[in-house]
């Protein structure tokens, strides 16, 4: 049983270019979550999705940055125009259910470098 | 508001050794979890261990074990017989309240295994 499959591994960017970062749960989870981690920080919460549906977006900029999970396919998160300061790692996590204090498994996460 | 601290930003460690990495964290909500996660220098993020705040036995895993103490709002990590292959970045995580899918990270602790 796969876990949570993030791509790609590693993005470098331009500033003002688009950051595309791509999340497939795991099999039978229809609740995702994206985390950044900036250099030498711990995790933060960004946004909680379920299919078609932004549950929770308090954590993510509200500028440049979205987030979704079609129907079908995976979760994408989205950065327009980026700038040095959102080189971090991204996270991916998912859960069968949502707010009962289940342990989140993570993928392997995206680090995006802006240049 | 939720806060997780983690006082020991290095620790070392004797191969074979025992080693306890320490975790207080403040929440008002009476229902709360408790995570560890490793992230080697290969940077995935890897669940440990999980404590619910209802639990009334400390959780275990293997080598790994929390020291749950409710009163003094502390919830360390012991790792017995260290192996080298243990030495990363260790972070304590909560959930708890009405956000319970949002995990709150701590600094992290880096665990060096010396042999």
């Known amino acids: 049983n796969a876990g949570v499959m993030q791509n790609p591994r590693h993005l470098v960017r331009r500033r003002g270019q688009e950051a595309r970062l791509r999340c497939s749960p795991m099999k039978g989870h229809s609740h995702v979550y994206w985390y950044r981690q900036l250099p030498e920080e711990g995790l933060k919460f960004m946004v909680y999705?379920?299919?078609?549906?932004?549950?929770?977006e308090s954590g993510m900029p509200k500028e440049r940055f979205s987030a979704e999970f079609p129907k079908e396919g995976p979760s994408i998160l989205r950065i327009q125009q980026v700038v040095r300061g959102d080189s971090a790692a991204y996270f991916c996590a998912s859960s069968v259910l949502g707010g009962d204090h289940s342990p989140l498994h993570f993928g392997n996460g995206t680090r995006l470098t802006v240049t | 508001a939720q806060k997780i601290t983690q006082t020991q930003p290095g620790m070392f460690v004797q191969e074979k050794e025992a080693v306890t990495l320490d975790c207080t964290y403040d929440t008002s909500d009476p229902s709360y979890g408790l995570f560890w996660y490793k992230q080697p220098s290969s940077g995935e993020m890897i669940f440990l261990i999980y404590q619910g705040s209802y639990d009334q036995q400390n959780a275990t895993e293997g080598r790994y074990s929390l020291n749950f103490q409710k009163a003094r709002k502390s919830a360390n990590l012991v790792i017995s017989a260290s192996q080298l292959g243990d030495s990363a970045m260790y972070f304590c995580a909560m959930s708890s309240g009405a956000g319970s899918y949002q995990l709150t990270f701590g600094k992290g602790t880096k665990l060096s295994v010396i042999p």
């Open positions: 999705l379920q299919k078609e549906n932004i549950i929770d």
